[in-house]
């Protein structure tokens, strides 16, 4: 980021900075995350911001570190994003997210008849695939999902 | 492991026809959980069990139990889990088979799961074709609502693996899912769509029929013109060839007409009967008294 950028959002002492996330789902890597519920530091949240490759969305979060299962969620929503572990004010780690074979009790099912969607004491699964675009199969009852998955996140 | 299955299965047959005595599954309960009817599917499989010297234990009446009250799937299964040494069940959701399988100790036997799979129901189809037609290298035409009906996704996904030469007959309304095709093509199958029998009939080897849900259609004139459309008469079978095999998962409506009953084409009656066979095929393999 250039100076200019960093008036508008500061730089963290330690914590993580998720960069490079498609434009507007930076909301969804929130919902991801639990936040604000699951984080004691600031988040700072930028959106459509110009980027190398256009606009996209930052989001820092102070006093936090991301494990690899959060970030394999993000994934599913924005996989261009990189992480940027921050500490002492200087990157520790960057790298990019990696989209996961299998998630667990992320995203609903799109199906309501899905056995996943009833008071059952069961968390939805998914299969995950990249044929051209994102596709995930329920476990469960085998639909799919390919688009909008940030809309049926949990 | 199909291959496993339908051998099993020719070698039951005496038994299923009461012609042999067994007690393969003596001491061997069977829980048959149906959370919906299901007539033909319930019996067959409470016939497989009682011929082989099994007991079966039904649920009964889902108002009379513990369901009516509330009752999670999961926690049904672990009941009866501790009661039985297999499980039958039917429920309106999908997936509800494979969830009962994450909660049992015991073998769960999938009866059908809403409009997800009915895989005995493939089995028994598949067996009906080795006994009454043939596998390799077969012609078939599936006819009817191919679009939401499980019976005939789960068979042309069965038939690809024996490399069938597949024929879909259905109104433009009730195609068979876009996806379904890719993934029959993909796996080697010759798939070709039409909307009318006759124009198919003529060359297939089995012809599986399957009922137009009334309901499906907005219109009822618009079912009507297409149901009658999609229907077999003993006139339609002028021309096909001699050992042509109609099939049928039943009940039928209309799409058979009973004159084609006395054929030698009517294969569907025998077809529920194979379910037996079959279905003690299955239970002999997963209570382990039958090795593999």
């Given at each position: 980021m250039n100076e200019e950028q960093e008036l508008r959002v500061k730089r963290i002492e330690n914590g993580t900075v998720i960069d490079h996330i498609t434009a507007g789902q930076a909301l969804n890597v929130l919902k991801i995350l639990g936040i604000p519920d699951s984080s004691q530091g600031v988040v700072s949240v930028l959106l459509n911001s110009p980027g190398k490759f256009g606009i996209k969305d930052v989001v820092k979060i102070e006093k936090r570190e991301l494990n690899?299962?959060?970030?394999?969620?993000?994934?599913?929503?924005?996989?261009?994003?990189?992480?940027?572990?921050?500490?002492?004010?200087?990157?520790?780690?960057?790298?990019?997210?990696?989209?996961?074979?299998?998630?667990?009790?992320?995203?609903?099912?799109?199906?309501?008849?899905?056995?996943?969607?009833?008071?059952?004491?069961?968390?939805?699964?998914?299969?995950?695939?990249?044929?051209?675009?994102?596709?995930?199969?329920?476990?469960?009852?085998?639909?799919?999902?390919?688009?909008?998955?940030?809309?049926?996140?949990? | 492991m199909i291959d496993i299955i339908l051998e099993t299965a020719e070698g039951m047959e005496p038994i299923a026809l009461g012609k042999q005595k067994s007690d393969l599954l003596s001491g061997k309960v069977l829980a048959v959980l149906f959370f919906e009817p299901s007539?033909?599917?319930?019996?067959?499989?409470?016939?497989?069990?009682?011929?082989?010297?099994?007991?079966?234990?039904?649920?009964?009446?889902?108002?009379?139990?513990?369901?009516?009250?509330?009752?999670?799937?999961?926690?049904?299964?672990?009941?009866?889990?501790?009661?039985?040494?297999?499980?039958?069940?039917?429920?309106?959701?999908?997936?509800?088979?494979?969830?009962a399988s994450e909660f049992s100790t015991v073998p769960i036997l999938n009866a059908g799961d809403g409009a997800g799979h009915h895989p005995t129901q493939t089995l028994l189809d598949l067996y009906t074709i080795k006994r009454e037609s043939h596998l390799e290298g077969l012609r078939i035409a599936l006819a009817g609502d191919l679009k939401y009906g499980r019976t005939v996704h789960s068979l042309c996904y069965a038939l690809s693996l024996y490399g069938a030469d597949i024929t879909l007959i259905s109104p433009m309304e009730l195609r068979m899912p876009e996806e379904i095709i890719k993934d029959l093509e993909k796996r080697g199958a010759k798939v070709t769509e039409t909307n009318s029998i006759e124009n198919a009939i003529n060359e297939v080897d089995v012809l599986y029929m399957t009922r137009i849900q009334k309901e499906r259609f907005l219109d009822p004139t618009e079912y009507e013109r297409v149901a009658n459309k999609l229907k077999i008469t003993p006139e339609l079978l002028t021309n096909v060839k001699s050992e042509l095999k109609i099939l049928h998962p039943l009940p039928r409506v209309n799409e058979i007409h009973t004159g084609v009953d006395e054929t030698a084409h009517a294969c569907?009656?025998?077809?529920?009967?194979?379910?037996?066979?079959?279905?003690?095929a299955l239970l002999a393999l997963v209570l382990g008294a039958i090795e593999v």
């Open positions: 690899v299962r959060e970030v394999d969620r993000i994934a599913l929503i924005a996989p261009n994003a990189t992480i940027n572990i921050i500490r002492n004010f200087n990157v520790s780690q960057k790298k990019k997210v990696h989209i996961p074979i299998f998630v667990e009790g992320v995203v609903r099912c799109v199906n309501p008849n899905c056995i996943s969607n009833s008071n059952e004491p069961v968390t939805s699964k998914f299969n995950v695939s990249v044929d051209g675009c994102l596709r995930l199969r329920c476990t469960y009852c085998g639909r799919f999902i390919s688009e909008d998955i940030a809309k049926h996140l949990l | 007539t033909r599917t319930r019996m067959s499989f409470e016939t497989a069990m009682y011929r082989l010297g099994g007991d079966v234990l039904n649920l009964g009446s889902i108002d009379a139990s513990s369901i009516a009250k509330g009752e999670t799937l999961a926690d049904t299964i672990r009941v009866v889990d501790g009661y039985a040494d297999a499980i039958v069940l039917r429920h309106p959701k999908e997936g509800a088979a494979l969830l569907y009656f025998r077809q529920a009967f194979y379910g037996v066979p079959v279905r003690m």
